[in-house]
T-cell receptor, first 110, second 115 residues
């Protein structure tokens, strides 16, 4: 699977928007961009995924660059419960496994 | 909604003992995955099963084996346990939707401690 690059850590204040970046310059045309997050002592949790167009769901928004070499996960209003490690993962449509790289540890300050 | 169920939640074993971890996927999910997450590490893929057949293999030690049963539950068997096997073991299940995408749901994990 193509590699992604994320900042090791980010900090935000409660009630403010958070933009978590991910670079994936070697993305292929069949790779979907997935975001998962892992709260302390819990299993990873699906957040959102997309291919080319921006995506919105109840948890977050995903903004994908026109050249698809980067994407940004947007949490519109961070809460303390959003403190987690956020993983950006590329996965082929036909692929099976999710390959976790080094995600971003998000800290939310009250 | 039913989630992925893993048992036991915690397990303590001595070196060289064996351990069996169980995973019950979400109903109608056809694929089960096992991941290992060491302290301070990211989850590492071990093995997966699709329709009871091994579908993919990652960095699973030869001392470990797994299978998926007719009711779709899966078991991860670990023998000759070593201190380095102490980790969180996650199971995930997924389905293939009409677009060919996979939706993954993870269990809460089994924390294995080898002493």
């Amino acid at each position: 699977d193509a590699k992604t690059t994320q900042p090791n850590s980010m900090e935000s204040n409660e009630e403010e928007p958070v933009h978590l970046p991910c670079n994936h310059s070697t993305i292929s045309g069949t790779d979907y961009i997935h975001w998962y997050r892992q709260l302390p002592s819990q299993g990873p949790e699906y957040v959102i995924h997309g291919l080319t167009s921006n995506v919105n769901n109840r948890m977050a928004s995903l903004a994908i660059a026109e050249d698809r070499k980067s994407s940004t996960l947007i949490l519109h209003r961070a809460t303390l419960r959003d403190a987690a490690v956020y993983y950006c993962i590329l996965k082929e449509t036909s692929g099976s496994r999710l390959t976790f790289g080094e995600g971003t540890q998000l800290t939310v300050n009250p | 909604a039913a989630g992925v169920i893993q048992s036991p939640r915690h397990l303590i074993k001595e070196k060289r003992e064996t351990a069996t971890l169980k995973c019950y996927p979400i109903p109608r999910h056809d694929t089960v995955y096992w991941y290992q997450q060491g302290p301070g590490q990211d989850p590492q893929f071990l093995i997966s099963f699709y329709e009871k057949m091994q579908s993919d293999k990652g960095s699973i030690p030869d001392r470990f084996s797994a299978q998926q049963f007719s009711d779709y539950h899966s078991e991860l068997n670990m023998s000759s346990l070593e201190l380095g096997d102490s980790a969180l073991y996650f199971c995930a299940s997924s389905y293939r939707d009409s677009s060919g995408l996979y939706g993954y749901t993870f269990g809460s994990g089994t924390r294995l401690t080898v002493v």
